[in-house]
């Protein structure tokens, strides 16, 4: 077992090692295989109306005029041990992870993107839970009662869903939900610690938007694999033995069709953590996506740079700790694992 938790932490640390060189090279390489010079490099990260000061400035700031090796490595110095950026006579300190500064509001990217990270964790964390438990638990009930009204009905709620975009039911609910028929207040984030009530009050709208999506995608695929292991031999093996139905479901079925759930579930929980964006924007929730989105809007590089190494961050977490879980839901991968 020592050895399995040990090779998928290998292999996280590795999968991120990847991820940072695949980031940099996004900003940093490709760029100039796309025929753009230092100068047009440059004028990338100076941001809008550069002048020809402002560029040269920033060359000598970010090190462009260097050979791409000493970027790199520049560039993980300043995440692990933090930069040093020049602004004329100044020196300017920037802690680690250091990510670099906004060209907006010239404030340190990281400890933004942090300030913003209860909101997406508290979307994330809530959403998750519900699509997880909500999603599994019609899929087995569908399997179970397989033609049944039940199923058709929750296969064609689960089918509308998967279909219809994060932004159209958004916009739907806030719509119908909250000034039409008045069942929801306007959403909105309040810190857990500071009113636990008006922190669920404010997300669980937006929790539920987010939810019917990816617990139509989990209904879905729950089924689909019940109804696979429920054929097996050693099922009708079980109830041969005279063992109880709930018991046949629950512990014989369901343990081996949960393998597959857990994983698109690290996948889908290490993308929202990373920053949901159309929910955060439909709700006007000031998280990391929508932290993105602005950037984007305003082509304020650093901060793209930085959400997407955080989202890569927590994509990478999550899955190992998926990883590390199977052992707990198939006792055989602690032997072939």
């Known amino acids: 077992m020592l050895t399995y938790i040990l090779r998928r932490l290998g292999a996280g640390l590795l999968l991120l090692a990847v991820v940072t060189m695949v980031t940099f090279a996004i900003f940093y390489v490709v760029p100039r295989w796309a025929g753009r010079t230092t100068e047009q490099l440059a004028t990338m990260y100076v941001g809008r109306a550069p002048t020809p000061e402002a560029i040269q400035a920033t060359i000598d700031r970010l090190g462009l005029d260097q050979p791409v090796i000493v970027q790199f490595g520049e560039f993980v110095r300043g995440i692990f041990l933090g930069a040093e950026y020049r602004f004329g006579n100044d020196t300017i300190e920037c802690a680690a992870p250091c990510f670099g500064y906004s060209f907006q509001n010239y404030q340190e990217v990281f400890p933004e993107i942090?300030?913003?990270?209860?909101?997406?964790?508290?979307?994330?964390?809530?959403?998750?839970?519900?699509?997880?438990?909500g999603g599994i638990l019609v899929g087995v009930v569908s399997a179970v009662w397989k033609g049944s009204l039940f199923d058709r009905l929750a296969m064609a709620v689960a089918l509308a869903g998967v279909s219809l975009p994060i932004f159209f039911t958004g916009l739907l609910a806030l719509a119908f939900l909250v000034h039409g028929w008045g069942l929801f207040g306007m959403p909105g984030y309040v810190p857990l610690t500071e009113d636990p009530f008006r922190w669920v009050q404010g997300l669980l709208l937006p929790w539920l938007t987010l939810a019917f999506l990816h617990a139509a995608m989990y209904a879905r695929q729950t089924r689909a694999g019940m109804l696979e292991v429920l054929g097996e031999d050693y099922i009708r093996t079980a109830r041969a033995k005279g063992l109880d139905e709930r018991r046949v479901v629950l512990k014989h079925a369901l343990r081996p069709t949960l393998t597959p759930i857990v994983t698109i579930f690290g996948l889908d929980l290490g993308l929202v953590l990373g920053g949901a964006v159309l929910t955060e924007q439909v709700f006007s929730l000031n998280g990391i996506g929508r932290y993105a989105v602005s950037a984007v809007t305003q082509s304020d590089l650093p901060v793209i740079l930085g959400v997407t190494l955080f989202g890569a961050f927590f994509i990478v977490v999550c899955n190992l700790a998926v990883d590390l879980t199977y052992p707990l839901i198939d006792p055989r991968v602690r032997l072939h694992g």
């Open 114 to 133: 942090v300030a913003r990270l209860p909101v997406t964790a508290s979307l994330a964390f809530g959403a998750g839970v519900i699509w997880l438990v």
